[in-house]
């Protein structure tokens, strides 16, 4: 057995702060364990195989794995919160993420929680929102509101957001971080204008990470977590006065109905 979760975590990190509440191990599938109060034995194929001939089992999982695991979690709303904590302390402890185990964890999960449905990439801007949203506001209108020249136009070839690598190798950190904030604002404003901002970009920022961002931006996002959670102005007021501002000036679609203003939200 693969000793995994939180005595996992405490017995690398004794300054771990939460007390483990039970045991958790991961066992190959279709074994049968027997029943014992406190102990949980979850199966899991992927960690079993991965351990079972290079480390052999019956042993404590290995930090790096063990914030992979968690990391592979975060794409479902599943003690989110709980997860996210947890990857934020291992990563503060100096854990990186083992990036095969994570993809080979990930389709696992896609299995026993159901396919985590995210954004159609190779759509544009445009089909996507005017397919999926219909906005009151035009999306890319409302981006150069908060910024007269969008961050996510350094991202794109023609009107399609290219991958990883111009993600990574055109853009420093500080235009991610502006590239996250003003995608997770604008579309936290869309869903929920009447809702207090910090409210909203918390809401909005989760649900960018689990249905929206490619895995390899979410990767980063969650990697930066602790920084990006925080709100960095009141942009629901900043966007209301500059479009009163505009006057007859405003980029709309049509008006949204009370049918797609619920439908909006739960994109």
């Known amino acids: ?35 014992e109060v406190g102990v949980e034995y979850l199966e899991n194929p992927v960690l079993w195989n991965y351990y079972d001939k290079p480390y052999g089992l019956n042993i404590v999982c290995y930090p790096d794995d063990l914030y992979t695991l968690k990391m592979s979690h975060l794409f ?7 997860h996210e904590w947890d990857a934020t302390f291992l990563r503060k402890k ?28 190779k759509m544009t801007a445009k089909d996507f929102f005017d397919n999926a949203l219909e906005c009151e506001y035009d999306h890319d209108w409302l981006h150069t509101l908060l910024n007269p020249i969008p961050t996510f136009t350094k991202v794109l ?23 996250v904030r003003e995608e997770v604002e604008i579309m936290a404003f869309e869903r929920w204008p009447k809702l207090d901002h910090r409210k909203a970009y918390g809401r909005m920022l989760k649900k960018f990470i689990i249905s929206h961002a490619p895995i390899w931006e979410a990767i980063w996002i969650l990697e930066n977590y602790p920084k990006l959670q925080k709100v960095r102005h009141n942009f629901i007021k900043i966007l209301n006065e500059k479009i009163n501002e505009r006057g007859i000036n405003i980029v709309k679609r049509s008006t949204r109905s009370i049918k797609k203003q619920k439908q909006l939200q739960s994109i």
């Not at 995994?4 to 483990?20: C, H, L, N, T, V």
């Not at 479902?76 to 709980?82: A, C, F, Q, S, T």
């Not at 095969?100 to 449905?117: C, E, M, Q, S």
């Not at 070839?157 to 590239?179: A, H, M, R, S």
Request: hydrophobic share 35%.
């Open 94 to 121: 100096g854990c990186i993420l083992n990036r095969p185990l994570f993809n080979k964890l990930y389709d696992y999960f896609n299995i026993l929680h159901g396919k985590n449905v995210r954004s159609d990439l």
């Open 76 to 82: 479902w709303d599943l003690n989110w919160e709980k």
């Open 1 to 35: 057995m693969l000793l995994i979760g939180s005595k996992a975590i405490k017995f690398w990190f004794p300054d771990f702060p939460r007390e483990p509440k039970d045991t958790d191990y991961a066992v190959d599938s279709g074994t049968r364990y027997p029943k």
């Open 157 to 179: 070839i023609g009107e399609v957001e290219v991958g990883e690598d111009k993600f990574e190798f055109f853009l420093n950190d500080e235009e991610k971080e502006e590239l």
